[in-house]
């Protein structure tokens, strides 16, 4: 008996702890009908529902012009040309985000943890990090939807 309280008791928690990562404040607060009508559909999916582009499909993905890349959901900016790369992986590379633009967090869609990175403004799905980003750098890859960003030329 003892045990089974435990066990509920941990699973409490666990559902107290999950409600409360659900509560981020973000700045820009907006219904699902309204991120609906306000983008377009690939860049609902992606920043509103976590869809992933298909590779080498993303209007970013072979594209190196000079400039920023802003969220698709609010305008902030996010992350500088100069930090894009070619990875080869068929999604916009940079190997360093803006300072202090972005929220981690960890999904198992896949059945193991990734590190998903969202817009710190607006909570919208970016895509996920990984630790296999060029080494004479940050050895970081951020792996962007190309549908979740807007690029400026600088
Ligand atoms: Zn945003």
């Known amino acids: 008996m ?11 928690f666990l ?8 509560e981020i404040n973000y700045e820009v607060i907006k219904t699902d009908n309204e991120w609906r009508e306000q983008l377009d559909q690939m860049s609902y999916l ?7 582009e298909r590779p080498y499909t993303g209007k970013y993905d072979n594209f190196y ?7 698709a959901g609010c305008n902030e ?6 930090n894009k790369y070619n990875s080869f992986c068929g999604w916009p ?14 999904d198992y869609k896949l059945g193991y943890p990734r590190t998903e990175i969202k817009c710190k403004k607006c909570g ?11 080494k ?19």
């Open 136 to 154: 004479e750098t940050t050895g970081i890859r951020h792996c962007v939807n190309s549908a979740a960003l807007i690029f400026k030329k600088s």
């Open 15 to 22: 559902t107290a702890c999950k409600s409360q990562t659900n």
């Open 93 to 106: 590379s940079f190997d360093k985000e803006i300072n202090d633009k972005l929220i981690y967090d960890v």
């Open 65 to 71: 012009e000079k400039g920023t890349y802003h969220c």
């Open 2 to 12: 003892k045990y089974i309280n435990f066990l509920f008791l941990s699973l409490l």
């Open 77 to 82: 900016p996010l992350y500088q040309s100069n």
């Open 46 to 52: 992606v920043l509103r529902k976590a869809y992933t």
């Open 124 to 134: 919208g799905h970016l895509g996920h990090v990984f630790n296999d980003g060029p």
